[in-house]
């Protein structure tokens, strides 16, 4: 089926870059799929509103702007894997970092758009000189978010994030152990909220029943 006459210019760029950033959500979990990144987004997004456990909206805010700004970024200068939706994986994992240990502020909102811009050198470098066989896989994000976090810290332009209530220990149940299992699986998103862990399996598994099965 041949695209309408009438679809503006702009709207075919437009659907290609988000196409890759959501491909970029889903390859935090290996996922080159715009659906499973879809489903992820809104399971960060459910976690930064609280529901099953503690979030704050600005981890979501964060994570998002950092995904869009490194897969925008990959796209100008062409980057390797761009169409796999590598260039963001990284990215909104950094994004999801800065708001998770520190408050927001313009200092904050800085560090994390350096951090995002940061992923990509950093993932070119590691790729061709530390891993040339293998992928560098999220490495790029674990320097990075020590950097920023270290940059941050020591210089005193960032005040830390505080949890508005201590969350107390309870009693080990079946319930509790798996609620404890699915909150793992969004902390890969360092999300605490076993409702995001569910959803981030069932979207693992529109794109690979076996991965979500795994």
Not at 82 to 101: E, K, P, Q, R, S
Request: proline content about 5%.
């Amino acid at each position: 089926m041949r695209p309408s006459t009438n679809t503006p210019a702009f709207v075919a760029p437009i659907f290609r870059c988000a196409v890759l950033i959501l491909r970029g959500t889903g390859q935090v979990m290996f996922q080159r799929s715009a659906l499973c990144g879809a489903i992820m987004l809104l399971a960060l997004f459910i976690a930064a509103l609280g529901y099953g456990g503690c979030g704050h909206m600005s981890v979501f805010a964060g994570a998002v702007v950092a995904l869009i700004v490194a897969t925008v970024s990959g796209s100008f200068v062409r980057m390797e894997g761009i169409m796999d939706g590598l260039a963001g994986f990284n990215a909104i994992l950094v994004g999801c970092a800065v708001f998770t240990f520190f408050s927001t502020s313009p200092w904050a909102w800085a560090f994390l758009l350096a951090g995002a811009l940061l992923t990509l050198p950093v993932k070119y470098v590691l790729d061709r000189w530390l891993c040339p066989t293998l992928s560098s896989l999220t490495l790029p994000f674990v320097f990075v978010a020590w950097l920023v976090i270290a940059i941050a810290q020591s210089t005193g332009l960032c005040a830390p994030y505080t949890l508005e209530a201590i969350v107390e220990p309870v009693a080990i149940t079946p319930s509790a152990l798996a609620i404890g299992w699915l909150k793992g699986i969004s902390e890969v998103f360092l999300a605490d909220s076993w409702v995001s862990g569910l959803l981030i399996v069932a979207a693992i598994a529109t794109a690979s029943p076996r991965a979500a099965l795994w």
